[in-house]
């Protein structure tokens, strides 16, 4: 608990956090206005799905860069290195700080879109269940991008290098990977379609795209051909169980691995 509140009060009066919620808040206010002209029977699942596109590019930005910084406060502090020479392991350090960023950086988050939410209600045609599978969408996304911002932290040793790999990692994983997938798509067929597909569906961001547009109705598993049974063969809940699973175990094992590295090092 005291490390919630340390971090709580750290995110607080830092401008960054403010300043990415703004930008989110602002666009998303943007999108319900121009929302307000979509059909009432899917409208609202268009607005959601437009709002998670313009998420996957703001969002793992922030969120890469407010858990890096709150990780390399603690070694720029020489705090960690005071909490590991009296009580901490780098275990257990890595853990309680992964804990306070993802309860904090999350609940900032969520708490955004709920105030945003009575916006949704006064202009467009709201629906509770399609609001809920959105923010679960958003606190998977939320988790993946901390984690890996906490491990991008880990491993930094100047405030450029940490900058400089947060934007790389961004780019990577925003723009490259998809180009990636587009030059190896021509050599996809039927036999070898299942392990592209569990390549695919491993990108959080293929993922939850799929998640959200299955449970709110906008992709349907039934009546498949015989190629998207072999691609999607999974529910789309199952990819999103295994990417949130598998990710932050990574990410939190690789930060563990270089907290020890960097501490025996100084």
Same mark, same amino acid.
Do not use: C
């Given at each position: 608990m005291p490390y919630i509140?340390?971090?709580w009060l750290e995110q607080v009066r830092s401008k960054g956090l403010w300043f990415g919620?703004?930008?989110?808040?602002l666009t998303s206010l943007f999108l319900v206005a121009e929302a307000r002209s979509f059909p009432e029977d899917m409208g609202f699942e268009v607005f959601l799905m437009s709002l998670f596109d313009m998420n996957m590019y703001l969002i793992p930005l922030f969120a890469m860069f407010l858990s890096s910084f709150s990780v390399f406060q603690?070694?720029?502090?020489?705090?960690?290195?005071?909490l590991l020479?009296?009580?901490?392991?780098?275990?257990?350090?890595?853990?309680?700080?992964?804990?306070?960023i993802q309860f904090t950086i999350i609940a900032a988050f969520v708490g955004a879109y709920l105030i945003l939410a009575f916006f949704m209600i006064g202009f467009?045609?709201?629906?509770?269940?399609?609001?809920?599978?959105?923010?679960?969408?958003?606190?998977?996304?939320?988790?993946i991008f901390n984690q890996i911002g906490i491990f991008l932290g880990t491993i930094s040793r100047t405030k450029m290098q940490l900058i400089s790999i947060n934007i790389l990692t961004w780019f990577f994983v925003v723009f490259l990977i998809?180009?990636?997938?587009?030059?190896?798509?021509?050599?996809?067929n039927f036999d070898n379609l299942r392990i592209f597909s569990w390549?695919? %569906?491993? $990108? #959080?961001?293929?993922? +939850?795209?799929?998640?959200l547009e299955v449970h709110l109705g906008m992709f349907s598993l039934s009546h498949m051909s015989r190629l998207m049974?072999?691609?999607? %063969?999974? $529910? #789309?809940?199952?990819? +999103?169980?295994?990417?949130v699973l598998l990710w932050p175990l990574i990410f939190f094992g690789l930060s563990v691995l270089f907290e020890k590295r960097g501490g025996s090092h100084d």
């Open positions: 509140w340390k971090e919620l703004a930008m989110l808040m603690e070694k720029e502090l020489k705090t960690n290195m005071i020479t009296k009580k901490e392991s780098s275990l257990t350090f890595i853990f309680r700080k992964t804990i306070s467009l045609h709201f629906k509770i269940i399609s609001y809920l599978h959105f923010i679960v969408g958003l606190i998977v996304f939320l988790i998809d180009l990636i997938f587009l030059y190896v798509l021509p050599a996809i390549i695919y %569906f491993l $990108d #959080p961001m293929h993922t +939850l795209r799929l998640y049974e072999q691609f999607v %063969f999974m $529910d #789309p809940w199952i990819f +999103l169980i295994i990417n």
